[in-house]
């Protein structure tokens, strides 16, 4: 058999942050950013991985468990493997322009380029949605599970079904995802993207605290989860902590559909402004962002942006600023400033144009 290529992007959630384990909305966009990877398949079930993000190359079978980006890769296997499909071991080498560890979605960049590649491999229909969701149920399995991050479903589900010029409205309630056209281009917009270059490691425990306290205040509350609360009983809630959880839980998702309802009516301060009072939800009562986002949020809102908040799980990672194209300069030059005056490492920026879902590149 020959070699398979396929690719992955990574993301940007414009809104909606923690809401996909609880059962909420959000509302994230597949970045021109990807994660290319190019399968080789061996006679044997031998894994052969190198990256050229990582100095580290590994060779085992899955049964070895490896640690470290390895994970990654062989949890996919793993997966498709439960799954019942028969997935051979391979030589893979991946290559990547997703910022690692920025909460640009890497890791679902590289998981679901894998498991196109392994798709494509085994002669399956990447035209068929449902095999889509299969795929981005198998790696979000693989990074829950096998990996032991414990995210939400976000990031792999619109890595496999996003579409070009949208981004995705899904809803964890009832497994939809809807496109919802973001036509910045033609309002003059940019969606400009600053890496604080501050890592988050997802396995260090806060984004799990998150998803138990969420949980308690669910329970406390009396519902399956915090999708089904009633914004006017958490006042009920006697632990102060637990009814901030909840009330950005609830309020956030409030705030996806206000989004939605601006981009419909393209009424593009209000969607600044819905993008504003997300970043103090998460500041204050989800408590997820650090001193350098919180920076990048009001120089970007201090110099010309209509709205800006955190982006991704928290804890340092990226920030997104919704700015007139004419702006940009400026932002990028007061965010920077901002940065070195606070003695702060110079931040990265990208424009986040919304790009294709993980794809075939070559064989298959
Ligand atoms: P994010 O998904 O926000 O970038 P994560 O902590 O979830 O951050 O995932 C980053 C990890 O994923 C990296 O530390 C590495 O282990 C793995 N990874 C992602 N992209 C690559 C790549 N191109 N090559 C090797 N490993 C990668
Ligand atoms: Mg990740």
New binding site residues.
């Given amino acids: 058999m020959s070699a398979v290529v396929a690719s992955a992007p990574?993301r940007v959630n414009l809104i909606g942050e923690h809401t996909d384990y609880n059962g909420g909305l959000c509302l994230p966009l597949a970045l021109p950013q990807r994660?290319r990877v190019t399968l080789t398949p061996r006679t044997d079930a031998t894994l052969q991985l190198t990256?050229?993000?990582?100095d580290d190359s590994w060779q085992g079978v899955v049964e070895d468990r490896p640690g470290?980006?390895a994970?990654?890769v062989a949890g996919v296997v793993h997966e498709l493997r439960e799954d019942g499909h028969d997935v051979p071991g391979f030589e893979a080498a991946?290559?990547?322009d997703?910022?690692?560890?920025?909460?640009?979605?890497?890791?679902?960049?590289?998981e679901c380029s894998v498991a196109t590649a392994i798709a494509g491999m085994l002669g399956l229909d990447l035209e068929d949605r449902g095999v889509r969701r299969r795929l981005a149920t198998a790696c979000i399995r693989a990074?829950n599970d096998y990996v032991g991050?414990p995210?939400g479903g976000m990031?792999q589900t619109v890595a496999m079904l996003a579409r070009p010029g949208h981004a995705l409205l899904l809803d964890f309630a009832d497994d939809s995802a809807t496109p919802v056209e973001l036509p910045l281009e033609e309002a003059g917009l940019v969606l400009l993207v600053v890496d604080t270059r501050v890592s988050?490691?997802?396995?260090d425990g806060s984004y799990g605290d998150r998803r138990e306290e969420s949980a308690a205040a669910a329970r406390a509350l009396g519902v399956p989860s915090l999708r089904n609360a009633d914004l006017g009983r958490i006042e009920e809630l006697d632990d102060d902590v637990l009814r901030r959880r909840a009330r950005h839980v609830l309020t956030e998702n409030l705030r996806v559909l206000a989004a939605v309802g601006a981009l419909g009516d393209r009424d593009w301060d209000e969607l600044g402004r819905v993008l504003d009072s997300s970043h103090v939800s998460m500041r204050d009562d989800f408590e997820i962002s650090c001193r350098e986002l919180d920076l990048a949020v009001e120089t970007a809102q201090a110099t010309g942006a209509l709205g800006a908040r955190m982006t991704?799980?928290g804890f340092g990672?990226s920030a997104v600023a919704l700015v007139p194209s004419g702006s940009v300069a400026r932002v990028e030059a007061a965010v920077s400033a901002a940065f070195g005056d606070a003695s702060l490492a110079t931040p990265a920026y990208l424009e986040a144009t919304p790009g294709a879902a993980a794809r075939l590149e070559a064989g298959g």
């Fill in positions: 990574g994660t990256s050229a993000q990582e470290g980006w994970a990654y991946v290559d990547s997703v910022p690692l560890g920025a909460g640009l979605s890497s890791s679902a960049a590289l990074e991050a995210t990031d988050h490691a997802l396995t991704g799980g990672g």
